[in-house]
């Protein structure tokens, strides 16, 4: 059994630990409502050129996809890029896991289809975990922190969208954790590339007629990528917040343990010390009793 020393030891260290804890709950709260209102921020901008894509389809721009790389549709696919979207620090509960666990299995399901997977991993976090299983990536990014830009963005998937058109790849998927809402996040995984123009098209605004200029080709034709990489932007964005989120729930977690463990300590500590006082007091008057 600890002696009384030990267990106020252990109590002071309880108290510095829950201390930590609370401040970065604190912390990741702040970072949290901040990341929230950037996803607010981006998605109307990301709905807006949805729409106009949607308009476009219905305006004429119909072109073949030779004239639009990004549109074409591989008979066979041979080879896809796959962007693993993690944190560069833990102490966040499974928020990572929970990714790299969907990846693996996503990679495994695609190479039984005869599907080879090139792994683009975001954080350092899954660059451990494929450097600790022994596998290779075909790059790995730790840029990304908790304000992602678009430039970070787009310089990351400009190469990658470049080799689909080229046709080096024939896909392009991002396996990220969405946000739904402050209380439901979860993995979930967004296929880019390839796209059809049938994707740009709505079943209302494909009805309405405009006078576009210059022609929608030309328009669709910036469009796509910009569309394409404020996709994957909005992804970098909706998993940092995602990241924040569970890193409070984790350190509130902790911090309540925290509490209960020192509970539990002073409990035992003030039994242990109640104890002590009991048992000197019984050889006082022991003592007492003999030399009477």
């Known amino acids: 059994m600890a002696t009384a020393r030990e267990l106020k030891n252990k109590i002071r260290s309880v108290a510095n630990t829950k201390k930590i804890t609370r401040t970065m709950e604190m912390i990741s709260t702040a970072k949290a409502v901040v990341c ?6 981006t998605q109307p901008y990301g709905d807006k050129l949805a729409e106009i894509l949607r308009d476009l389809g219905g305006a004429g721009g119909r072109s073949e996809s030779g004239s639009f790389p990004l549109l074409r549709i591989p008979e066979q696919v041979h080879r ?22 969907m990846a693996e299995n996503f990679t495994v399901q695609r190479n039984s289809e005869g599907v080879e997977i090139d792994s683009y991993v975001v954080g350092k976090k899954g660059i451990t975990r494929f ?18 830009t678009f430039e970070e963005a787009e310089e990351v998937i400009s190469p990658v969208m470049a080799s689909f058109e080229k046709g080096e790849i024939d896909g392009l998927t991002v396996i990220f954790t969405h946000y739904e809402s402050a209380s439901r996040q979860k993995p979930v995984i967004r296929k ?5 123009a049938d994707d740009s098209e709505g079943s ?11 022609s929608p080709e030309l328009i669709l034709g910036r469009l796509l990528p910009l569309s394409l990489k404020m996709q994957f932007f909005q992804a970098l964005v909706e998993a940092a917040a995602c990241e924040q989120i569970a890193r409070r729930i984790a350190m509130k977690n902790a911090t309540d343990n925290a509490e209960e463990m020192s509970k539990t300590y002073t409990q035992l500590y003030n039994r242990t010390r109640q104890g002590a ?16």
């Open 36 to 41: 929230k209102k950037r996803i607010e921020a």
């Open 80 to 101: 896809e890029a796959l962007f693993i979207v993690t944190a560069n620090r833990g102490l966040c509960g499974g928020y990572n896991s929970n990714v790299l666990k």
């Open 131 to 148: 450097k600790y299983r022994g596998k290779e990536t075909a790059a790995s990014y730790t840029c990304f922190e908790d304000r992602p």
């Open 192 to 196: 880019l590339l390839p796209i059809s």
């Open 204 to 214: 209302s605004s494909s009805r309405r007629e405009f006078i576009l200029e210059p």
């Open 277 to 292: 006082i009991t048992q000197e007091i019984l050889e006082v008057i022991a003592g007492a009793e003999v030399m009477s």
